[in-house]
């Protein structure tokens, strides 16, 4: 796939991050989005760990800009989309991609949310606070895209256009 392709894929991968953001779950001071994860995994397999990061960076953006994300949404995608990318990449793998997605934002991610949270949002956090909940979001959403790519024929569509890549 050509850098054109890529970016293509982003926009559309982008587009479909913010348009489901409104779909999350309130716990405490964070806002869970299972779809940001499944945008996460789908991202890392198709485009790599590259794209995958820059489509959370972006994301993360928009949703904050218009009002349907907080600053948890930083933490809260880009290491997990990291970690899947760098995991897809080595291993070529769908069910290691969805286990990078969910300890790169269930573990790192949450960690790095707590000083966050008092740095820049002047709240009180324990350092695991957010292990819980950002743990249960990114496995239904790394869970959900397992589930499309293994399940559907999505992945007889990528397998074939990765040959080419």
Known sequence: ???THKIAL???LIALGVVLSPLSINVGITKLLPFQHLINVISAILIGPLYAVLNAIVISIIRNLVGWGTLFAF???IFGALLAGLMFKKFNNTYLTAIGE?????I???IVACP?????MGKEATLFAYVIPFVISSFVGALIAVILFEFTALKKIVMKKKVSV
């Open 1 to 3: 796939m050509n850098k």
């Open 10 to 12: 982003s926009g559309v």
């Open 75 to 77: 933490p809260g995608s």
């Open 102 to 106: 969910v300890i790169g934002t269930g």
């Open 108 to 110: 790192i991610g949450a």
């Open 116 to 120: 966050v949270a008092i740095l820049f």
